[in-house]
């Protein structure tokens, strides 16, 4: 049962326009949703988060939006620039006390080009 | 201030053996998990714990097993090794308190099973 999906296992873009990485999922108890990046043989690093009581949030030039209705919340990168080339992770978490269990979905592998 | 720390980068052991992986958080943070890592299965937790008891537990064998100390620091062992064990072994941590803080990822450890 996959609770997260993010169907695009790859997404090719040229440097300077947007890219929009793009989640869904199937649990309704999930109440804080986050976004990571994840380089070869390195950790994933945490971009940025929404709460479900949001359905915007903006950290320079990273922003995601939540569709709570629709159980849809994409991540927008603009300009996208070539050092953003990595594979992105939408990973959930239900509300209670689950701090730190996260739903990862697949990923997404991003290439920006020159 | 320094990141997640996990040692030792890479481990390479004999199917049936054992292993211990480490894990020191961010300084005052006092959750920390585990997650596997596998190109099949993607991201999946393996369990957190805070101030030395284990809160969350993923669907994993009872070979995996974790402990905390009172420092923090965590440990995470593995018995009787199995060839499906290889992977890389990510360990997190948080900051307790706040509701909606992020899980900040060391770079793993790297495991392979022979």
């Known amino acids: 049962d996959q609770q997260v999906k993010q169907n695009s296992p790859s997404l090719s873009v040229q440097e300077g326009r947007i890219s929009i990485l793009n989640c869904d999922y199937t649990n309704s108890m999930f109440d804080y949703f986050l976004w990571y990046k994840k380089y070869p043989a390195e950790g994933p690093t945490f971009l940025i988060s929404?709460?479900?009581?949001?359905d915007k949030n903006e950290d320079g030039r990273f922003t995601v939006f939540l569709n709570k209705s629709a159980k849809h919340l994409s991540l927008h990168i603009v300009p996208s620039q070539p050092g953003d080339s990595a594979v992105y992770f939408c990973?959930?978490?239900?509300?209670?006390?689950?701090?730190?269990?996260?739903?990862f979905g697949q990923g997404t592998i991003l290439t920006v080009h020159p | 201030k320094a990141g997640v720390t996990q040692t030792p980068r890479y481990l390479i052991k004999t199917r049936g053996q054992q292993v211990t992986l480490s894990c020191s958080p961010i300084s005052g943070h006092r959750s920390v998990s585990w997650y596997q890592q596998t190109p099949g299965q993607g991201l999946q937790f393996l369990f957190e714990?805070?101030?030395?008891?284990?809160?969350n537990k993923g669907n994993f064998p009872g070979r995996f097993s974790g402990r905390q100390f009172s420092n923090s620091r965590s440990e995470m062992n593995v018995s009787t090794l199995e060839l499906g064990d290889s992977a890389l072994y990510l360990c997190?941590?948080?900051?307790?308190?706040?509701?909606?803080?992020?899980?900040?990822f060391g770079n793993g450890t790297r495991l392979t099973v022979t």
């Open positions: 997190a941590s948080s900051l307790e308190g706040r509701d909606n803080s992020p899980l900040h």
């Open positions: 929404i709460s479900s009581i949001k």
């Open positions: 714990y805070f101030s030395e008891t284990q809160r």
């Open positions: 990973a959930p978490r239900e509300g209670g006390t689950s701090y730190g269990k996260l739903t």
